[in-house]
């Protein structure tokens, strides 16, 4: 599963979590009548676990490096135009197998 794919989920059960709250809190409102209506409302307020903060550490971390390793293809570039690149013909076939699976 990509890091996106984890954000984007650990965002939307936050997301959930705070409407549950909500809706509790509203619920508990409506229950208790006009009592609850004379006490303060708390503000909103969005707790983060440890394993978010994590995973948004590793995510600024891989933001940080390059897509493209520059070196590697510089040097298949290289290999290309001076026409010593070697095909890794059985790597090659290997992939192609899986990917029929």
Not at 2 to 15: E, T
Request: aromatic share 2%; glycine share 4%.
């Amino acid at each position: 599963m990509s890091i996106d794919k984890v954000m984007r989920n650990l965002f939307a059960i936050s997301v959930y979590r705070t409407q549950r709250v909500r809706e509790g809190g509203a619920a508990g409102v409506a229950r208790e009548g006009t009592a609850a209506s004379t006490k303060a409302q708390k503000p909103d307020a969005v707790a983060l676990s440890d394993r978010v903060r994590e995973v948004q550490k590793v995510r600024d971390r891989l933001d940080s490096v390059p897509e493209v390793r520059e070196e590697r293809v510089q040097t298949l570039q290289r290999q290309v135009q001076s026409g010593t690149y070697q095909v890794p013909v059985e790597d090659l076939a290997s992939r192609l197998l899986n990917l029929k699976q």
